[in-house]
């Protein structure tokens, strides 16, 4: 499906909005462009797990970053390009994993520096986690942890699957929300919170 496909006056003050934040005006902003997202990422992936964590970053990255886009209504053909890009990245990660397996069937130890950063990272999305809201908890360890689909999410939840992919959306958005502000401000003494340890 081409972006054309798709092209319809856009509401600007609706866009400015969502541009400003106000994830009710995205919703309703990206709204008639689902298709057009989903179309894109199945034609690159040909697989509905992958094509679904592909549109789900595009709402994300869109969400980012909308306020750079000058021209509201060339919003279809910017959403179409976006979507692309990010399956052909997944496209690309991928082909990049199996290429480094096939090369190295023993598990290699990363440099001491690096698993040092991963181990930091990781502990900041623990401390970043344990101060989202429970539904939010919730669907990430769904997802991240056990590795459910949106489905899956919704069965589980006993909710709609666009209400699956909303919560998702969100809570992605305020993981990396919560992650950027205590790598910002510091988060290490929270540790021990979350460890069950009594701060030293």
């Not at 598990?107 to 344990?130: C, F, W």
């Amino acid at each position: 499906m081409s972006p054309e496909a798709t092209s319809q006056p856009i509401d600007e003050a609706l866009f400015h909005r969502a541009a400003s934040g106000d994830s009710r005006a995205f919703w309703e902003l990206v709204s008639p462009f689902r298709r057009l997202v989903y179309s894109v990422a199945w034609g690159v992936l040909r697989d509905e797990e992958r094509t679904e964590d592909v549109v789900q970053d595009t709402w994300v990255r869109a969400w980012t970053t909308l306020g750079t886009l000058q021209s509201p209504q060339k919003l279809s053909g910017w959403l179409y390009v976006m979507a692309r890009n990010v399956a052909y990245e997944q496209v690309r990660q991928s082909d990049k994993q199996h290429r480094i397996a096939e090369r190295n069937p023993e598990p290699i130890a990363a440099p001491i520096g690096d698993t040092l950063e991963a181990d930091e990272q990781v502990l900041l999305m623990r401390v970043a986690l344990s101060q989202l809201p429970e539904q939010h908890r919730v669907v990430i360890a769904l997802k991240y942890l056990e590795g459910a689909s949106c489905k899956d999410i919704a069965d589980r939840l006993e909710i709609g699957v666009e209400a699956a992919k909303s919560r998702l959306f969100e809570a992605r958005k305020l993981l990396r929300n919560r992650m950027e502000s205590l790598e910002k401000h510091g988060w290490k003494h929270l540790l021990p919170r979350i460890e069950g340890r009594s701060p030293e």
